[in-house]
Protein backbone atom coordinates (compact mmCIF):
# COMPACT_ATOMS: atom_id res chain seq x y z
CA UNK A 1 0.00 0.00 0.00
CA UNK A 2 1.29 3.30 -0.82
CA UNK A 3 1.95 5.75 1.79
CA UNK A 4 -0.06 8.71 1.50
CA UNK A 5 2.52 11.30 0.39
CA UNK A 6 0.71 14.17 1.08
CA UNK A 7 1.69 14.08 4.85
CA UNK A 8 5.11 14.03 3.31
CA UNK A 9 7.80 17.06 4.05
CA UNK A 10 7.69 19.45 1.46
CA UNK A 11 10.19 21.36 0.79
CA UNK A 12 8.14 25.14 0.34
CA UNK A 13 10.56 26.82 3.07
CA UNK A 14 13.74 25.27 2.60
CA UNK A 15 16.72 27.74 1.38
CA UNK A 16 20.14 26.56 2.22
CA UNK A 17 20.64 27.73 5.46
CA UNK A 18 16.90 26.40 7.09
CA UNK A 19 18.85 24.10 8.26
CA UNK A 20 19.95 26.29 11.03
CA UNK A 21 16.70 26.09 12.83
CA UNK A 22 17.05 22.60 13.57
CA UNK A 23 19.63 20.60 15.69
CA UNK A 24 22.84 20.34 13.26
CA UNK A 25 25.44 17.21 15.02
CA UNK A 26 28.44 16.97 14.77
CA UNK A 27 29.60 20.92 14.09
CA UNK A 28 33.11 21.92 15.01
CA UNK A 29 33.06 24.92 17.61
CA UNK A 30 34.43 27.88 15.52
CA UNK A 31 35.78 30.07 18.18
CA UNK A 32 35.99 33.11 15.97
CA UNK A 33 32.63 33.87 14.48
CA UNK A 34 33.64 36.71 12.36
CA UNK A 35 36.78 34.32 10.66
CA UNK A 36 33.76 31.95 10.08
CA UNK A 37 31.43 34.45 8.23
CA UNK A 38 34.41 35.71 6.24
CA UNK A 39 35.30 32.18 5.32
CA UNK A 40 31.97 31.29 4.20
CA UNK A 41 31.29 34.29 1.98
CA UNK A 42 34.38 33.76 0.18
CA UNK A 43 33.29 30.18 -0.18
CA UNK A 44 29.85 31.46 -1.65
CA UNK A 45 31.87 33.12 -4.60
CA UNK A 46 33.99 30.38 -5.61
CA UNK A 47 33.24 28.40 -8.49
CA UNK A 48 31.24 25.05 -8.49
CA UNK A 49 33.50 21.82 -8.33
CA UNK A 50 30.79 20.12 -11.03
CA UNK A 51 28.21 21.20 -12.94
CA UNK A 52 23.99 20.27 -11.96
CA UNK A 53 24.55 18.50 -15.75
CA UNK A 54 26.74 15.72 -14.36
CA UNK A 55 24.81 15.25 -11.36
CA UNK A 56 21.82 14.80 -13.41
CA UNK A 57 22.82 11.99 -15.71
CA UNK A 58 24.50 10.60 -12.32
CA UNK A 59 21.09 10.35 -10.95
CA UNK A 60 19.75 8.88 -14.34
CA UNK A 61 22.45 5.70 -13.73
CA UNK A 62 21.19 5.41 -9.91
CA UNK A 63 18.30 5.03 -11.54
CA UNK A 64 19.38 2.34 -14.25
CA UNK A 65 21.32 0.75 -11.21
CA UNK A 66 18.53 0.35 -9.21
CA UNK A 67 16.43 -1.48 -12.18
CA UNK A 68 19.55 -4.21 -12.77
CA UNK A 69 20.72 -1.97 -15.44
CA UNK A 70 24.23 -0.98 -14.22
CA UNK A 71 26.14 -1.76 -11.31
CA UNK A 72 27.32 0.83 -8.81
CA UNK A 73 31.18 1.04 -7.31
CA UNK A 74 31.52 3.61 -4.75
CA UNK A 75 35.23 3.98 -3.59
CA UNK A 76 37.69 5.61 -1.63
CA UNK A 77 39.48 6.71 1.36
CA UNK A 78 38.02 7.13 5.08
CA UNK A 79 38.47 10.63 4.94
CA UNK A 80 41.21 12.27 2.12
CA UNK A 81 43.61 14.41 3.97
CA UNK A 82 45.84 17.67 2.55
CA UNK A 83 48.92 15.73 2.26
CA UNK A 84 47.41 13.39 0.36
CA UNK A 85 45.93 15.58 -2.42
CA UNK A 86 49.69 14.23 -4.30
CA UNK A 87 49.65 12.78 -8.50
CA UNK A 88 50.54 9.24 -7.00
CA UNK A 89 47.87 9.27 -4.37
CA UNK A 90 45.23 10.38 -6.61
CA UNK A 91 46.51 8.54 -10.06
CA UNK A 92 46.56 5.06 -7.91
CA UNK A 93 42.82 5.67 -6.55
CA UNK A 94 41.66 5.99 -9.55
CA UNK A 95 43.50 2.92 -11.06
CA UNK A 96 42.32 0.78 -8.37
CA UNK A 97 39.13 1.73 -9.19
CA UNK A 98 38.96 1.44 -13.06
CA UNK A 99 40.76 -2.23 -12.61
CA UNK A 100 38.27 -2.47 -10.23
CA UNK A 101 35.37 -1.76 -12.21
CA UNK A 102 36.90 -3.60 -15.85
CA UNK A 103 36.20 -6.78 -13.50
CA UNK A 104 32.99 -5.86 -12.68
CA UNK A 105 31.79 -5.02 -16.41
CA UNK A 106 33.02 -7.86 -17.32
CA UNK A 107 31.99 -10.54 -14.92
CA UNK A 108 28.90 -9.23 -14.37
CA UNK A 109 27.81 -8.08 -18.03
CA UNK A 110 26.79 -5.08 -16.96
CA UNK A 111 27.70 -0.71 -17.16
CA UNK A 112 29.78 -0.04 -14.04
CA UNK A 113 28.66 3.54 -12.94
CA UNK A 114 32.22 4.63 -10.94
CA UNK A 115 31.91 7.00 -7.81
CA UNK A 116 34.16 7.90 -6.15
CA UNK A 117 35.05 9.14 -2.04
CA UNK A 118 37.12 11.59 -3.19
CA UNK A 119 37.55 15.54 -3.85
CA UNK A 120 35.88 16.93 -1.03
CA UNK A 121 35.61 13.70 1.22
CA UNK A 122 37.34 15.71 4.38
CA UNK A 123 35.34 15.98 7.11
CA UNK A 124 34.47 13.20 10.05
CA UNK A 125 32.18 12.52 12.30
CA UNK A 126 32.88 10.96 15.58
CA UNK A 127 31.77 8.99 18.20
CA UNK A 128 33.60 11.92 21.20
CA UNK A 129 33.96 15.62 20.76
CA UNK A 130 36.85 14.98 22.92
CA UNK A 131 39.88 12.85 22.82
CA UNK A 132 42.39 12.50 25.92
CA UNK A 133 45.84 10.93 25.53
CA UNK A 134 48.31 10.47 29.01
CA UNK A 135 45.87 12.82 30.96
CA UNK A 136 45.62 15.62 28.02
CA UNK A 137 42.19 16.28 26.29
CA UNK A 138 42.07 17.98 23.32
CA UNK A 139 39.01 18.23 20.55
CA UNK A 140 38.95 15.98 18.20
CA UNK A 141 40.14 15.98 15.07
CA UNK A 142 37.01 16.38 12.36
CA UNK A 143 39.11 15.69 9.35
CA UNK A 144 40.82 18.05 7.51
CA UNK A 145 38.16 20.63 6.47
CA UNK A 146 38.06 21.16 10.48
CA UNK A 147 41.37 20.89 12.34
CA UNK A 148 44.76 19.16 12.10
CA UNK A 149 45.14 15.14 13.56
CA UNK A 150 48.26 16.14 15.45
CA UNK A 151 47.99 16.39 19.21
CA UNK A 152 48.29 19.60 20.33
CA UNK A 153 45.67 22.41 21.08
CA UNK A 154 47.14 24.60 17.87
CA UNK A 155 46.43 21.38 15.39
CA UNK A 156 43.26 20.68 17.56
CA UNK A 157 42.11 24.64 17.24
CA UNK A 158 38.60 24.43 13.87
CA UNK A 159 39.95 27.02 11.44
CA UNK A 160 37.78 28.34 8.91
CA UNK A 161 40.60 29.21 6.52
CA UNK A 162 40.57 24.89 6.05
CA UNK A 163 36.97 25.39 4.28
CA UNK A 164 38.97 27.18 1.82
CA UNK A 165 41.61 24.86 1.69
CA UNK A 166 39.13 21.85 1.30
CA UNK A 167 37.57 23.32 -1.50
CA UNK A 168 40.54 24.15 -3.48
CA UNK A 169 42.45 21.03 -2.81
CA UNK A 170 39.00 19.23 -3.73
CA UNK A 171 39.44 21.43 -7.08
CA UNK A 172 43.03 20.13 -7.42
CA UNK A 173 41.60 16.66 -7.13
CA UNK A 174 38.98 17.24 -9.68
CA UNK A 175 40.92 18.73 -12.30
CA UNK A 176 43.71 15.45 -12.66
CA UNK A 177 40.74 13.37 -12.20
CA UNK A 178 38.96 15.04 -15.06
CA UNK A 179 42.52 14.85 -16.77
CA UNK A 180 43.19 11.05 -16.63
CA UNK A 181 39.20 10.28 -17.13
CA UNK A 182 39.61 12.30 -20.63
CA UNK A 183 42.43 10.05 -21.31
CA UNK A 184 40.75 6.76 -20.67
CA UNK A 185 43.10 4.70 -18.78
CA UNK A 186 43.88 2.78 -21.94
CA UNK A 187 47.08 1.87 -20.86
CA UNK A 188 44.63 -0.66 -18.13
CA UNK A 189 43.44 -2.48 -20.61
CA UNK A 190 45.53 -5.10 -20.45
CA UNK A 191 45.20 -7.41 -17.51
CA UNK A 192 48.62 -9.12 -18.36
CA UNK A 193 50.36 -5.95 -16.88
CA UNK A 194 48.38 -5.83 -13.62
CA UNK A 195 50.10 -6.79 -10.79
CA UNK A 196 48.12 -9.74 -10.07
CA UNK A 197 51.28 -11.71 -7.88
CA UNK A 198 48.76 -11.21 -4.89
CA UNK A 199 46.34 -13.80 -6.32
CA UNK A 200 48.95 -16.74 -5.98
CA UNK A 201 48.46 -16.81 -2.37
CA UNK A 202 45.22 -17.49 -2.44
CA UNK A 203 42.95 -20.97 -2.28
CA UNK A 204 40.86 -19.61 -5.17
CA UNK A 205 43.86 -18.67 -7.75
CA UNK A 206 43.17 -20.46 -9.93
CA UNK A 207 39.78 -18.89 -10.56
CA UNK A 208 40.95 -15.18 -10.33
CA UNK A 209 43.36 -16.66 -12.94
CA UNK A 210 40.61 -17.60 -15.15
CA UNK A 211 38.65 -14.50 -14.58
CA UNK A 212 42.23 -12.33 -15.44
CA UNK A 213 42.27 -14.46 -18.64
CA UNK A 214 39.08 -13.95 -19.79
CA UNK A 215 39.07 -10.05 -18.98
CA UNK A 216 42.48 -9.86 -21.35
CA UNK A 217 40.22 -11.87 -23.58
CA UNK A 218 37.30 -10.29 -24.18
CA UNK A 219 39.19 -7.00 -24.40
CA UNK A 220 41.25 -7.81 -27.01
CA UNK A 221 38.15 -9.06 -28.96
CA UNK A 222 36.49 -5.81 -28.79
CA UNK A 223 40.19 -3.98 -29.69
CA UNK A 224 39.85 -7.01 -32.72
CA UNK A 225 36.45 -5.21 -33.98
CA UNK A 226 36.96 -1.85 -33.25
CA UNK A 227 40.56 -2.55 -35.52
CA UNK A 228 42.18 -0.40 -33.19
CA UNK A 229 43.91 -0.38 -29.70
CA UNK A 230 41.50 1.16 -27.03
CA UNK A 231 42.14 4.87 -28.30
CA UNK A 232 43.59 7.39 -25.49
CA UNK A 233 40.86 9.24 -25.82
CA UNK A 234 37.90 7.47 -24.74
CA UNK A 235 36.41 9.07 -21.70
CA UNK A 236 35.71 6.93 -18.83
CA UNK A 237 33.65 8.61 -16.50
CA UNK A 238 34.34 9.21 -12.60
CA UNK A 239 31.59 10.40 -10.27
CA UNK A 240 32.14 12.19 -6.59
CA UNK A 241 30.99 12.01 -3.77
CA UNK A 242 31.82 12.87 0.12
CA UNK A 243 30.01 12.52 3.55
CA UNK A 244 27.66 15.46 3.87
CA UNK A 245 28.49 16.59 7.35
CA UNK A 246 30.07 19.94 7.60
CA UNK A 247 26.96 22.15 7.13
CA UNK A 248 28.90 26.08 6.62
CA UNK A 249 30.74 24.01 3.79
CA UNK A 250 27.70 22.97 2.75
CA UNK A 251 25.39 25.40 2.50
CA UNK A 252 27.83 27.99 0.60
CA UNK A 253 28.05 25.54 -1.80
CA UNK A 254 24.38 25.41 -2.71
CA UNK A 255 23.95 27.01 -6.21
CA UNK A 256 20.46 27.36 -7.53
CA UNK A 257 20.86 26.52 -11.27
CA UNK A 258 17.22 28.25 -13.25
CA UNK A 259 17.85 25.86 -16.46
CA UNK A 260 17.38 22.90 -14.20
CA UNK A 261 14.90 24.36 -11.57
CA UNK A 262 16.15 24.39 -8.45
CA UNK A 263 19.12 23.95 -5.86
CA UNK A 264 21.83 22.10 -6.35
CA UNK A 265 24.81 20.85 -3.82
CA UNK A 266 27.81 21.59 -6.68
CA UNK A 267 30.69 20.86 -4.66
CA UNK A 268 29.69 16.77 -5.46
CA UNK A 269 27.95 14.57 -7.35
CA UNK A 270 26.56 12.37 -4.60
CA UNK A 271 26.76 13.60 -1.00
CA UNK A 272 25.44 11.36 1.53
CA UNK A 273 23.97 11.29 4.57
CA UNK A 274 25.99 9.33 7.53
CA UNK A 275 24.52 7.12 10.49
CA UNK A 276 25.53 9.36 12.95
CA UNK A 277 23.70 12.91 11.54
CA UNK A 278 20.45 10.98 9.85
CA UNK A 279 17.93 12.20 12.55
CA UNK A 280 14.66 12.74 10.50
CA UNK A 281 14.36 16.23 12.18
CA UNK A 282 17.52 17.33 12.09
CA UNK A 283 19.92 19.65 10.59
CA UNK A 284 21.44 17.20 7.25
CA UNK A 285 18.44 15.56 6.68
CA UNK A 286 17.04 19.06 6.27
CA UNK A 287 19.05 20.53 4.20
CA UNK A 288 19.51 17.24 1.80
CA UNK A 289 15.74 17.77 1.27
CA UNK A 290 16.04 20.39 -0.64
CA UNK A 291 19.09 20.05 -2.79
CA UNK A 292 17.87 17.98 -6.34
CA UNK A 293 21.63 15.74 -6.38
CA UNK A 294 21.03 12.54 -5.93
CA UNK A 295 21.38 11.29 -2.13
CA UNK A 296 22.46 8.26 -0.04
CA UNK A 297 21.80 7.63 3.17
CA UNK A 298 23.94 5.29 5.25
CA UNK A 299 21.25 2.32 7.11
CA UNK A 300 22.52 0.61 10.25
CA UNK A 301 21.35 -1.63 12.65
CA UNK A 302 19.61 0.47 14.78
CA UNK A 303 16.91 1.91 12.38
CA UNK A 304 13.31 1.38 12.29
CA UNK A 305 11.34 0.86 9.98
CA UNK A 306 9.26 3.61 10.90
CA UNK A 307 12.46 6.09 11.02
CA UNK A 308 13.27 4.52 7.71
CA UNK A 309 10.32 5.34 5.75
CA UNK A 310 9.67 8.88 7.06
CA UNK A 311 12.96 9.30 6.39
CA UNK A 312 12.61 8.15 2.83
CA UNK A 313 9.52 10.66 2.35
CA UNK A 314 11.14 13.67 3.41
CA UNK A 315 14.26 12.91 1.30
CA UNK A 316 12.22 11.72 -1.81
CA UNK A 317 8.37 12.80 -1.57
CA UNK A 318 8.15 12.10 -5.10
CA UNK A 319 9.00 8.82 -5.18
CA UNK A 320 11.68 9.68 -7.84
CA UNK A 321 13.68 6.62 -9.52
CA UNK A 322 17.42 7.79 -8.77
CA UNK A 323 17.04 10.25 -6.15
CA UNK A 324 17.85 8.09 -3.25
CA UNK A 325 20.34 5.26 -2.46
CA UNK A 326 19.67 3.30 0.64
CA UNK A 327 23.66 2.51 1.77
CA UNK A 328 23.13 -1.30 4.06
CA UNK A 329 26.37 -1.31 6.59
CA UNK A 330 24.85 -3.94 9.42
CA UNK A 331 27.53 -6.22 10.41
CA UNK A 332 28.37 -9.39 9.28
CA UNK A 333 26.95 -10.55 12.62
CA UNK A 334 23.75 -8.49 11.91
CA UNK A 335 22.71 -8.70 8.36
CA UNK A 336 21.24 -11.62 8.92
CA UNK A 337 18.77 -10.32 11.66
CA UNK A 338 18.88 -6.44 10.41
CA UNK A 339 18.50 -6.23 6.44
CA UNK A 340 15.34 -8.37 5.23
CA UNK A 341 12.88 -6.46 7.92
CA UNK A 342 14.02 -3.02 5.88
CA UNK A 343 14.23 -4.97 2.39
CA UNK A 344 10.62 -6.07 2.73
CA UNK A 345 9.47 -2.68 4.66
CA UNK A 346 10.46 -0.23 1.94
CA UNK A 347 9.32 -3.29 -1.10
CA UNK A 348 5.73 -3.94 0.35
CA UNK A 349 5.75 0.35 0.86
CA UNK A 350 6.72 1.26 -3.04
CA UNK A 351 9.62 3.28 -2.61
CA UNK A 352 11.83 3.69 -5.03
CA UNK A 353 15.56 3.51 -3.89
CA UNK A 354 18.72 1.82 -4.87
CA UNK A 355 20.01 -0.54 -2.56
CA UNK A 356 23.90 -0.41 -2.00
CA UNK A 357 26.17 -2.66 0.81
CA UNK A 358 29.33 -0.65 2.68
CA UNK A 359 30.48 -4.01 4.12
CA UNK A 360 32.64 -1.64 5.72
CA UNK A 361 31.22 -0.07 8.88
CA UNK A 362 29.28 -2.36 10.53
CA UNK A 363 32.53 -4.56 10.60
CA UNK A 364 35.10 -2.36 12.69
CA UNK A 365 37.29 -3.96 15.84
CA UNK A 366 40.33 -2.79 17.82
CA UNK A 367 43.37 -5.41 18.26
CA UNK A 368 44.00 -5.77 21.84
CA UNK A 369 47.13 -4.12 20.92
CA UNK A 370 44.87 -1.24 20.15
CA UNK A 371 44.55 -0.78 16.42
CA UNK A 372 41.42 -0.43 14.42
CA UNK A 373 41.19 -3.42 11.94
CA UNK A 374 38.04 -4.77 9.98
CA UNK A 375 39.06 -8.67 9.07
CA UNK A 376 39.03 -9.57 5.19
CA UNK A 377 36.38 -12.12 5.78
CA UNK A 378 33.72 -9.96 7.54
CA UNK A 379 33.67 -8.00 4.78
CA UNK A 380 33.04 -10.51 2.19
CA UNK A 381 30.81 -12.40 4.31
CA UNK A 382 28.49 -9.49 4.33
CA UNK A 383 28.79 -8.63 1.44
CA UNK A 384 28.02 -12.31 -0.16
CA UNK A 385 25.35 -12.52 2.21
CA UNK A 386 23.87 -9.15 1.56
CA UNK A 387 23.33 -10.45 -2.34
CA UNK A 388 21.70 -13.73 -0.83
CA UNK A 389 19.38 -11.40 1.61
CA UNK A 390 18.58 -9.22 -1.52
CA UNK A 391 17.33 -12.51 -3.74
CA UNK A 392 15.57 -14.04 -1.01
CA UNK A 393 13.17 -11.20 -0.64
CA UNK A 394 13.20 -10.06 -4.38
CA UNK A 395 15.00 -7.00 -4.31
CA UNK A 396 18.17 -6.06 -6.06
CA UNK A 397 21.42 -5.30 -4.73
CA UNK A 398 22.48 -2.84 -7.39
CA UNK A 399 26.37 -1.26 -5.57
CA UNK A 400 28.36 -1.73 -3.16
CA UNK A 401 30.30 1.25 -1.49
CA UNK A 402 33.56 0.56 0.29
CA UNK A 403 36.59 1.85 1.54
CA UNK A 404 39.84 1.95 -0.51
CA UNK A 405 42.97 3.00 -1.19
CA UNK A 406 45.32 2.55 -4.31
CA UNK A 407 48.47 2.35 -2.05
CA UNK A 408 49.95 -0.88 -0.41
CA UNK A 409 49.15 -0.11 2.81
CA UNK A 410 48.08 -2.89 5.96
CA UNK A 411 45.18 -1.70 7.92
CA UNK A 412 42.43 -4.78 7.14
CA UNK A 413 43.24 -7.90 8.32
CA UNK A 414 43.18 -11.20 6.23
CA UNK A 415 42.73 -11.32 2.20
CA UNK A 416 44.82 -13.48 -0.12
CA UNK A 417 47.82 -12.88 1.89
CA UNK A 418 46.32 -13.23 4.77
CA UNK A 419 47.28 -9.72 6.53
CA UNK A 420 47.81 -10.49 10.36
CA UNK A 421 47.80 -8.34 13.66
CA UNK A 422 51.93 -8.12 13.08
CA UNK A 423 51.57 -6.94 9.79
CA UNK A 424 49.25 -4.10 10.51
CA UNK A 425 52.33 -1.66 11.86
CA UNK A 426 54.05 -2.34 8.70
CA UNK A 427 51.79 0.53 6.82
CA UNK A 428 48.94 1.67 8.56
CA UNK A 429 48.39 5.16 7.66
CA UNK A 430 45.06 5.99 8.16
CA UNK A 431 44.24 8.44 10.66
CA UNK A 432 40.70 7.18 11.03
CA UNK A 433 39.05 3.96 9.08
CA UNK A 434 41.01 1.02 7.88
CA UNK A 435 41.09 0.22 4.14
CA UNK A 436 41.19 -2.21 1.60
CA UNK A 437 44.41 -1.69 0.23
CA UNK A 438 45.00 -2.35 -3.73
CA UNK A 439 45.07 -6.20 -3.83
CA UNK A 440 42.67 -6.68 -1.38
CA UNK A 441 40.23 -4.37 -3.13
CA UNK A 442 41.07 -5.90 -6.16
CA UNK A 443 40.00 -9.75 -4.88
CA UNK A 444 36.75 -7.85 -3.50
CA UNK A 445 35.83 -6.74 -7.41
CA UNK A 446 36.95 -10.68 -8.33
CA UNK A 447 34.99 -11.70 -5.44
CA UNK A 448 31.57 -10.17 -6.44
CA UNK A 449 31.82 -11.21 -10.00
CA UNK A 450 32.49 -15.22 -8.39
CA UNK A 451 29.41 -14.40 -6.62
CA UNK A 452 27.09 -12.53 -9.40
CA UNK A 453 28.66 -13.06 -12.49
CA UNK A 454 30.06 -15.54 -15.01
C1 LIG B 1 31.89 6.63 6.62
O1 LIG B 1 31.33 6.28 5.57
O2 LIG B 1 33.10 6.94 6.69
C2 LIG B 1 31.11 6.60 7.88
C3 LIG B 1 31.44 7.31 8.94
O3 LIG B 1 30.07 5.76 7.79
P1 LIG B 1 28.80 5.55 8.75
O4 LIG B 1 28.08 6.88 8.77
O5 LIG B 1 28.04 4.49 8.02
O6 LIG B 1 29.31 5.11 10.08
MN1 LIG C 1 34.81 5.44 7.46
Redesign the pocket.
Known sequence: MERNLSSAHIAENWTPASWQAKPALQQPAYRDGAALERAVARLRELPPLVTAWEVLTLKRKLADAAAGRCFLLQGGD??ESFADCTAPVIANRLKVLMQMSLVLVHGLMLPVVRVG?FAG?YA??RSADTETRDGVTLPCYRGDIVNASAFTIDAREPDPERLIEAHSKSALTMNFVRALSDAGFADLHHPEHWDLAWAAHSPLYDEYRKMARSIGESLRFMEALAGEPPRGDAKVDFYTSH?LLLLNYEEAMARRVPQHWGWFNLSTHFP???????QIDGAHVEYCSGIRNPIGL?V?PGVTIDQLLRTIDVLNPANEAGRLTL?T?MGASKIDAELPKHLHAVKAEGRRVLWCC?P???NGETTPGGVKTRRFENIRAELETAFDIHAACGTHLGGV?L?LTGEDVTECLGGARNLTEADLARAYKST??PRLNYEQSLEIAMLIVRKRGM
Open positions: CARQKPEWIGMRTAKGIRDMHGHEVD
